[in-house]
């Protein structure tokens, strides 16, 4: 079997997925590499968020941002960072692959003590594969 094709494919979704996934994290406002050496970072109390990166914004992916599933944990991770990393003010992401957050999401939101320092995106695939990229909030 001639496995010369069968890697320059691998090689090839490799690196189609490393630009769009460049490229979306610029969209979302991630200013340098997101999960550096393709891992996600541990913060010091044992959590590890979804995207991270070393200049002060840390993310977590749901289907759908709801009262119970995103703002809790981004808090956690903007707190958690703040703490280890205090030479950045911390901003958070949420991003989603729903259009719209949950009606309860938006009310949990408010109360937030990092509302001012916490985006939503939705990220959606639009037609002829193009990535699209909303943002939610603010």
Same mark, same amino acid.
Request: net charge negative; with cysteine.
């Given at each position: 079997?001639?496995?010369?094709?069968? =890697?320059?494919?691998?090689?090839?979704?490799?690196?189609?997925?490393? %630009?769009?996934?460049? %490229?979306?994290?610029?969209?979302?406002? %991630?200013? @340098?590499?997101?999960?550096?050496?393709? !891992?996600?970072?541990?913060?010091?109390?044992? !959590? *590890?968020?979804? =995207? /991270?990166?070393?200049?002060?914004?840390?993310?977590?992916?749901?289907?759908?941002?709801?009262?119970? /599933? &995103?703002? &809790?944990?981004?808090?956690?991770?903007? !707190?958690?960072?703040?703490?280890? /990393?205090?030479? %950045?003010? /911390?901003?958070?992401?949420?991003?989603?692959?729903?259009?719209?957050?949950?009606?309860?999401?938006?009310?949990?939101?408010?109360? @937030?003590? *990092?509302?001012? !320092?916490?985006?939503?995106? @939705?990220?959606?695939?639009?037609?002829? &594969?193009?990535?699209?990229?909303?943002?939610?909030?603010?």
């Amino acid at each position: 079997m001639d496995h010369e094709p069968v =890697l320059i494919t691998t090689i090839a979704v490799g690196l189609m997925a490393a %630009f769009i996934g460049g %490229f979306v994290a610029k969209r979302l406002g %991630f200013p @340098s590499a997101v999960n550096p050496g393709g !891992r996600k970072q541990r913060l010091s109390n044992g !959590r *590890y968020p979804d =995207l /991270w990166c070393a200049d002060g914004v840390v993310g977590e992916v749901k289907n759908q941002i709801t009262a119970d /599933w &995103g703002p &809790g944990q981004i808090e956690d991770y903007i !707190r958690q960072c703040d703490e280890d /990393w205090p030479e %950045f003010e /911390w901003r958070g992401v949420l991003v989603q692959g729903e259009e719209e957050m949950a009606p309860n999401a938006e009310r949990r939101l408010e109360e @937030s003590p *990092y509302l001012d !320092r916490i985006e939503i995106y @939705s990220v959606r695939e639009a037609k002829r &594969g193009r990535i699209e990229v909303e943002q939610l909030l603010p």
